[in-house]
């Protein structure tokens, strides 16, 4: 393994060590509830550029934890109504990590198992999620099939008349993705 790989699995591993006082969902107000906008990419190596319709949920769930959804329609030319364009969700539960400033992502129920266990190296990413004074950042870690791995970060924010979205993708250690984008609240 290679010392950037190294370093950069040191420093996920360092974040989930750090212990800040937990803040409680209660901070991100703001974020709670349903929004619709679009995001477009900043940088993006080696492809198109692409854009992006999306609609983001954000509910508190249980006593303390989050649950975040969101839906991605990836646009052709602009457009959400011609071939080729694809569409993606995605869902995450958090909860308080015991005894730690930052949340994890629950793993999905499984009525055929007592309890699954992650396998970063079989593939399972490893989520968790840091809420702020009125932000929301989710993060996502994988060890890829050569190794390498692969970060991905979301930071949500309140912004003027909704939310601001911010997703990098790093893939060992070099930035290959940054999108940005802007949600309203859903009525």
């Known amino acids: ?19 800040p006082a937990l803040a409680e969902p209660a901070g991100t107000q703001q974020l709670i509830g349903t929004f619709v906008g679009s995001a ?3 940088l993006r190596l080696g492809d198109q550029p692409e854009q992006r319709d999306i609609v983001m949920e954000i509910a508190a769930y249980r006593e303390r934890g989050l649950q975040v959804q969101w839906h991605n329609v990836t646009l052709v030319d602009g457009r959400r ?17 015991p005894d730690r400033s930052f949340y994890l992502a629950q793993l999905g129920y499984d009525p055929f198992s007592e309890r699954k266990t992650l396998d970063p190296v079989g593939g399972d990413p490893m989520r968790w999620g840091v809420v702020g004074k009125d932000s929301l950042d989710l993060y996502t870690i994988a060890i890829r ?3 390498s791995y692969e970060l991905q970060t979301t930071h ?3 912004e003027g008349d909704g939310v601001a979205l911010v997703f990098e993708r790093v893939v060992d250690g070099e930035l290959v993705r940054r999108m ?8």
């Open 145 to 147: 099939d050569d190794g």
């Open 156 to 158: 949500r924010h309140p």
């Open 81 to 97: 109504d011609l071939p080729g364009v694809k569409f993606r969700r995605d869902a995450v539960t958090l909860m308080p990590a």
């Open 40 to 42: 477009a990419d900043e």
């Open 1 to 19: 393994m290679s010392t950037a790989r190294h370093r950069a699995l040191f420093a996920a591993m360092a974040i989930l060590g750090s212990p």
């Open 180 to 187: 940005t984008g802007h949600a309203v609240r859903a009525e």
